[in-house]
């Protein structure tokens, strides 16, 4: 009899602790069930997506949108924030309803030099050298004014005159650097194009800088270029504009007269 009271204590004692380990198995499973169901918002594309796109243009043109979606159904790195690409470029087309993903996207400068061009733009190499380079301070993303020599005829004869021909362009790079803050080397003999933080320590002289351009501008920048009446790359002169210039006078040009009297 003692024994069966044994038993039955034993069967209810074990019977609780199952009855306790299995509630909390289920409120354990339950918890991560609400979790994963609670909404999460992410960007989705509304529409088919081209590779190429920048990330300012997704938000300008609303090609994208904030939806809520249950956290179990979110792609991992998935986009809340324009904060998280600003500056990016779509790496991967998009297809309507697709969750952007960290990703499918890179900077300009890593995914190609085509995708730092802006619209309606393209983009010119001019020669330059130490001097007309700003001493070789110049780094990709500045804004600055483009100014030629050339001759130009004046009645009978011709005279020189140096004018801005480009107001204000942006650099897309500077030699080879495009922003990426690696080094590569020229055919130039023993000259290297370097990073941006070796060209601050050893003042590395490049021979070309990349703008983005007008096709008029373009026209105008590559003519001087070659015709210019400056001896080799000092045809042309990039001037660095501050960072906030919105644009600057253009002026008639100056010639030798004008120049040396002061009008």
């Known amino acids: 009899m003692r ?7 034993v069967a209810l004692v074990l019977g609780g602790v199952a009855a306790i380990m299995a509630a909390t198995y289920l409120n354990s499973a ?3 069930l609400d979790a994963q169901s609670q909404p999460v918002e992410v960007l989705v594309a509304q529409e088919n997506i081209e590779r190429g796109t920048p990330s300012d243009e997704l938000f300008a ?4 949108v904030a939806q809520k ?6 792609a991992a790195d998935a986009i809340s924030s324009q904060r998280a690409i600003d500056g990016q470029v779509l790496a991967v087309s998009l297809t309507a309803g697709e969750q952007l993903t960290t990703g499918r996207f890179q900077y300009p400068s890593q995914a190609g030099l085509a995708y730092s061009v802006p619209s309606d733009y393209i983009a010119v190499s001019i020669p330059v050298d130490k001097v007309s380079s700003v001493s070789g301070l110049l780094r990709p ?4 004014a483009v100014m030629g020599t050339v001759e130009q005829p004046s009645g009978k004869d011709k005279v020189t005159v140096t004018k801005i021909l480009v107001p204000k362009a942006r650099i897309l790079a500077v030699g080879t650097d495009a922003g990426t803050g690696t080094s590569s080397e020229t055919n130039s003999g023993s000259k290297s194009v370097m990073s941006a933080a070796s060209r601050d320590q050893n003042q590395t002289e490049v021979n070309a800088v990349t703008l983005a351009l007008s096709p008029a501008d373009a026209e105008k920048v ?3 270029a070659n015709e210019g009446s400056g001896k080799g790359d000092r045809s042309l002169w990039l001037a660095l504009l501050p960072v906030k210039t919105t644009s600057i006078a253009i002026t008639k040009g100056q010639t030798a007269k004008t120049a040396l009297s002061g009008r």
């Open 3 to 9: 024994s069966r009271i044994v038993i039955i204590v």
């Open 30 to 32: 339950r918890v991560r």
């Open 61 to 64: 043109k609303k090609l994208i």
């Open 69 to 74: 979606i249950p956290r179990q159904f979110v």
């Open 141 to 144: 993303g500045d804004l600055v």
């Open 222 to 224: 590559v003519f001087i």
